[in-house]
């Protein structure tokens, strides 16, 4: 193994933003590489995973988890190898996932961490189809969606890490799918790639009346990870029953105020009555940790037959994530967006 660095790079919050994250609410600095203590392990960032949960922990608006203090590391999962260790169930070289955040090395407690062996051929994959966004998807679908076969399951950001996976299960579960995605490109691939029947633009002026004549039957499961105009096409087409995963609201995470309008929320909770609509949101470690074993022992062998196709977008270089991030909340990614920090030298 190589010789260790002196010093640890690290991506910290230099400031808040107001609306839409921007470059200078990022800083790269360097600090003193850190030391494992009795039950520790140093850890090296080989793969970083951007996420749109980030964009709420820059605030410091109250939320589910603590926000990142201005001048403290980046939060993010990671998929890292242990360089040295001090806790007899890890020895140098072994891979782990942990929340190391944006940086190159890091401290961690054992109970911090999710061992995945000494052999991973596909180390990203922990970050996306067979770790957190898959998990996502998995039980966000399965256990609140409750899909069964010959319902019309809609999903938004359907070619994103979540909504390729969530559509995917779907189709196995014999379930109608339609996918909404930005752009033609991304539309193409939700149907030549993760097999859903339709996948829609919802940049098209017609947008609204499309999904409508996609559903001809109604939406009896919308996975929920948008808000916005996605949400507002889908309500009116809801059926008696429907059921809501909510894993997130991305249209909305740069908002600094409520959007102008009429109040719509009398609309919103008179269709809920009438239609009996559950909507459930989840945090998927916090509500569904003790699972993902379960979810490993069904997506392993889907991803391995070929039943559910993942897509990675992988940007090399720490410095990049800032850049990388902004993107994600534009849009602008295709499939699980990662950074390749560090080249697997082990």
């Known amino acids: ?63 589910y988890a603590p926000p990142v203090e201005v001048g403290e590391v980046m939060v993010g999962g990671a998929v890292c190898r242990v360089v040295q260790s001090l806790h007899p169930d890890f020895v140098p070289g072994d891979w782990v996932l942990a929340n190391t955040g944006w940086q190159d090395y890091a401290v961690s407690n054992a109970e911090e961490l999710i061992p995945l062996g000494k052999q991973l051929e596909h180390p990203s994959r922990s970050l996306g189809v067979l770790g957190m966004p898959g998990f996502t998807a998995y039980m966000g679908l399965l256990d609140i969606g409750q899909p069964k076969p010959g319902e ?5 950001a359907a070619t994103g890490a979540v909504g390729s996976v969530v559509g995917q299960i779907a189709k196995l579960k014999g379930c109608h799918v339609v996918g909404v995605a930005g752009g033609p490109k991304k539309c193409k691939v ?57 894993c997130g609201l991305i ?14 929320l009398p609309l919103l909770m008179q269709t809920f009555l009438v239609r009996r609509i559950k909507a459930q949101g989840f945090i998927i470690f916090d ?21 559910v196709k993942y897509i990675e977008d992988i940007v090399d270089g720490l410095e990049h994530a800032p850049e990388a991030f902004i993107g994600l909340l ?10 390749r920090v560090d080249e697997d030298s082990q």
């Open 251 to 264: 249209a909305h995470y740069n908002d600094t105020e409520l959007p102008a309008g009429p109040d719509r």
């Open 287 to 307: 509500d569904y940790g003790t699972r993902y074993g379960e979810f490993l022992a069904d997506m392993t062998p889907w991803v391995a037959e070929g039943k």
């Open 330 to 339: 534009e849009g602008k990614n295709f499939g699980k967006l990662a950074v």
């Open 190 to 246: 939700g149907v030549d790639t993760f097999g859903f029947d339709a996948c829609l633009d919802h940049r098209a002026t017609d947008f609204d009346q499309q999904l409508a004549g996609a559903c001809p039957k109604g939406i009896d499961v919308y996975f929920e990870s948008v808000g916005g105009k996605v949400f507002d096409a889908v309500l009116p087409l809801l059926n008696v029953k429907a059921r809501i995963p909510v």
């Open 1 to 63: 193994m190589a010789q260790l660095p002196e010093t640890n790079r690290r991506i910290v919050l230099n400031s808040r933003p107001h609306g839409a994250p921007e470059p200078d609410n990022f800083r790269l600095e360097t600090a003193a590489l850190p030391e494992p203590v009795d039950g520790q392990l140093l850890l090296r960032t080989v793969y970083l995973s951007l996420d749109p949960y980030m964009r709420g922990r820059m605030s410091d608006s109250p939320s």
């Open 152 to 156: 019309t399951v809609v999903v938004a």
